[in-house]
């Protein structure tokens, strides 16, 4: 099984934010939006550079409302103040590196749009004197310099960390326990380095009798369960000034523990990632070639596309058809193009995980978990088009995507015994239904749904259907955080079922599950998942009663 993780965002904003918000509104005395901003760009985004520094609101206004194309990264906007080296930064406003919209507008949303208690104090002064304001504008606008600057430069931290991703996963900079602090993270700036280090600790517990023994546990939460402990770091080098502008390499690694080896893979420590990715095009292009984690760059698989929604995942058939994932890093290449309007296609090729699953692939991986051949394993050939697009001032966010892989390699058939290739073909959306608050235009309810199919005589999962909703901020003091819930339906192999009763095992046609959580944003890069599942069903093999599954997950991003 694959790792489960834990919300998303940015912290809420605080008094003294909600308060400098206030004092600067949106559109500022003597100019509107659409003044402040001149197009440019690919899909018009906004030229900050033109909009005043003591205005950066205006500047998260045009950006939002001038979302551009692309599947990873959305529009691009020019928001850099000028500074000195590792992005420390001066006054004024420089001609500015391109930023990627969608975690923009939810730093400046955060930072800007006040919350209620906020609103109100405002509304019981709602035209402060002209001394007032006078009173104000120099400390405004030194702040809001600093704002800008500081969004820059977290941004900047962000461009260089993992690229080409569709989920959104490791979270920005800006959302991490250390941040900056010391410096650390500008200091390896400026020689084009950046780090990412993320832990994570998932328990799980059966609330309910399993009418069977705690041996041998069959699944997670079967009895107590420590589901994963992993920490893993990633560090990527810009190759910028060996001439290779828009590229880089990302080395990372991880260690793994859990008390559920059958589920959730043995103990290990290795190399999850050693890739060259290059852009082209203004980014319209993208390439990647190495040993890559696929988990994250096909599908969605995650809750929205972001594995800190939800604790788990449900549709595992990419995953049993050969996908590549953190614990089965295995060489490939993915090609990426970009559209005008959030279209994107990506193909790659990549040598599939054993036939014999997982666990086989990262007990026979060499001790750097860089193993070229793996026997049995031929090419994985996997295919994905789709529409992506960010909530902005102007739309809803919206992620549609559909694939098909195609595995060449030797998969046993249920039916006779034979090999023969293996292959699946999954669709999935995500919608965002309705939008709370323009200044963080993230916050509101999502629906998604997801299908996902396989060949019955060589895969025990062979159909698997999802429906979810999450409502992403809830509460204005709380709007990072969400409420979720998704359904879902297995069903298990007939052909592999017809085998495993002829050796006296009992099995299980199908699985249905339900599934509530919260999403809890602790503080900067500290996120908690409380979750609760009823499963029918809950294990393939063996006739367990339905399970009532209590699950925690901490997830850290340092």
């Not at 993270?185 to 009798?209: E, K, N, P, W």
């Not at 980014?283 to 599908?299: C, H, P, Q, T």
Request: aromatic fraction near 10%; glycine fraction near 12%.
């Amino acid at each position: 099984m694959v790792e489960q993780f834990a919300v998303l965002g940015y912290k809420a904003p605080t008094r003294a934010d909600a308060a400098f918000a206030m004092r600067n509104p949106v559109v500022g005395e003597g100019g509107n939006v659409e003044e402040a901003a001149a197009e440019t760009g690919r899909g018009g985004a906004p030229d900050v550079a033109q909009v005043p520094v003591d205005r950066p609101c205006v500047a998260m206004d045009n950006l939002m409302d001038r979302q551009s194309a692309g599947g990873a990264p959305a529009s691009y906007a020019n928001c850099t103040v000028r500074g000195t080296a590792g992005g420390a930064a001066s006054a004024g406003v420089a001609p500015c590196r391109r930023l990627p919209a969608a975690p923009l507008a939810l730093a400046l949303g955060a930072l800007c749009a006040p919350p209620a208690w906020a609103a109100d104090d405002a509304a019981q002064d709602p035209q402060p004197s002209a001394q007032a304001n006078r009173q104000d504008a120099a400390p405004a606008t030194a702040q809001q310099q600093e704002l800008q600057a500081r969004l820059a430069k977290f941004h900047h931290f962000d461009e260089l960390g993992e690229s080409g991703l569709t989920t959104n996963f490791p979270l920005p900079a800006i959302d991490s326990v250390l941040q900056d602090a010391g410096g650390w993270r500008s200091a390896l700036a400026q020689h084009d380095i950046g780090v990412q280090t993320q832990f994570v600790f998932d328990v799980t517990d059966g609330l309910l009798s399993t009418g069977q023994p705690a041996h041998p546990q069959m699944y997670n939460g079967q009895r107590f369960t420590v589901s994963t402990i992993t920490a893993e770091s990633d560090v990527t080098f810009g190759l910028a000034s060996w001439g290779l502008p828009n590229s880089k390499i990302t080395v990372g690694a991880h260690v793994l523990a859990n008390t559920f080896h059958a589920g959730g893979g043995p103990n290990t420590g290795e190399i999850r990632a050693l890739y060259y990715y290059q852009s082209f095009g203004d980014g319209r292009y993208e390439a990647k070639v190495g040993w890559i984690a696929n988990i994250w760059e096909y599908a969605g698989l995650f809750m929205g596309g972001s594995p800190v929604l939800a604790n788990g995942i449900s549709a595992l058939i990419p995953i049993e058809v050969g996908l590549s994932s953190d614990t089965a890093t295995t060489p490939a290449i993915n090609l990426t193009a970009h559209g005008d309007h959030g279209e994107y296609v990506r193909i790659g090729v990549q040598r599939s995980v054993s036939p014999e699953g997982n666990n086989y692939e990262t007990e026979h991986h060499n001790f750097w978990g860089l193993k070229i051949h793996q026997p049995g394993a031929g090419p994985l050939y996997i295919g994905e088009v789709g529409l992506k697009r960010d909530a902005s001032g102007s739309h809803h966010q919206i992620w549609l995507r559909g694939g098909y892989m195609y595995n060449d390699s030797d998969y046993t058939s249920f039916v006779n015994g034979r090999t023969k290739a293996n292959r699946a073909t999954y669709a999935a959306g995500d919608y965002q239904l309705t939008q709370i608050n323009s200044g963080m235009p993230f916050r509101g309810l999502y629906v998604g749904a997801s299908a996902a199919w396989a060949p019955k005589e060589l895969n025990v999962y062979s159909t698997n259907y999802e429906v979810r909703a999450y409502y992403v901020g809830p509460f204005d003091g709380r709007p990072t955080d969400a409420i979720t819930f998704r359904a879902y339906y297995n069903k298990f192999s007939g052909p592999a079922q017809r085998a495993l009763a002829m050796e006296g095992l009992f099995t299980n046609p199908d699985q249905k599950g339900y599934e509530v959580g919260y999403a809890y944003h602790v503080t900067h890069g500290v996120h908690l998942l409380p979750a609760l599942a009823y499963i029918e069903h809950p294990s393939f093999v063996g006739d367990f009663k339905d399970a009532l599954i209590a699950s925690l997950n901490l997830y850290m991003e340092f």
